[in-house]
């Protein structure tokens, strides 16, 4: 089992920022994907971004430019430094680690964006 423990979500001004972190402890193996999702009211779950152990992301169109996913692969903790944040930013935000063929969650954090 893996267990992962976000944090960083918040209430935020339009155009401001927010960073948040996800740790990720138990079962971990050093070759996996760690990347953030988020879920709108009334909407899908969606990728935000993601990076794999060997440093390969892929960013939602939405939020290029603006996001930047990293990890520390030492401590098994994926960050996601949000910038000129918008109100449709607004979701519970969820960590994700991907390794053999198993999918983990977060419990969720709350982004909200006030315009």
């Known amino acids: 089992q893996v267990q992962l423990v976000e944090s960083g979500g918040g209430l935020v001004q339009a155009g401001g920022s927010l960073r948040l972190s996800c740790a990720a402890s138990g079962r971990t193996f050093s070759t996996n994907v760690m990347g953030w999702y988020r879920q709108a009211p009334g909407k899908q779950r969606e990728l935000v971004a993601d990076?794999?152990?060997?440093?390969?992301?892929n960013y939602a169109d939405f939020v290029k430019g603006r996001f930047t996913i990293s990890r520390d692969n030492a401590k098994n903790t994926v960050y996601l430094q949000m910038n000129s944040l918008k109100p449709e930013d607004t979701a519970v935000y969820y960590c994700n680690v991907y390794q053999l063929l198993y999918a983990y969650w977060g419990q969720g954090t709350q982004v909200t964006v006030s315009s």
């Open positions: 990076i794999s152990s060997s440093g390969i992301i």
